[in-house]
């Protein structure tokens, strides 16, 4: 792998070309006042999200769509006891 040295200066004035570079597969070391800073380098491609894909994993009662109880409603409301 290709390696150059950048000053913070030369990356501010060419960053889009850098970064360009990096995604490449070249690594940019970006140095401040002489000494190696960071390093700038390309995200991890990650393949793409598939809707669905927890389906059949798990089921739903039809008992979680009926109202709660007043005891238990009035617990998640934060009401007072009375």
């Known amino acids: 792998m290709k390696k150059q040295i950048v000053n913070v200066h030369e990356a501010k004035t060419h960053l889009s070309r850098l970064l360009d570079r990096a995604h490449n597969g070249e690594e940019i070391i970006l140095a401040k006042g002489g000494v190696e800073w960071a390093r700038l380098m390309p995200l991890e491609q990650r ?7 927890l389906k059949g994993m798990f089921t739903v009662d039809d008992s979680f769509f009926e109202p709660l109880p007043e005891e238990e409603l009035k617990a998640w409301e934060g009401a007072d006891d009375e």
């Open 47 to 53: 393949p793409p999200r598939k809707p669905g894909g």
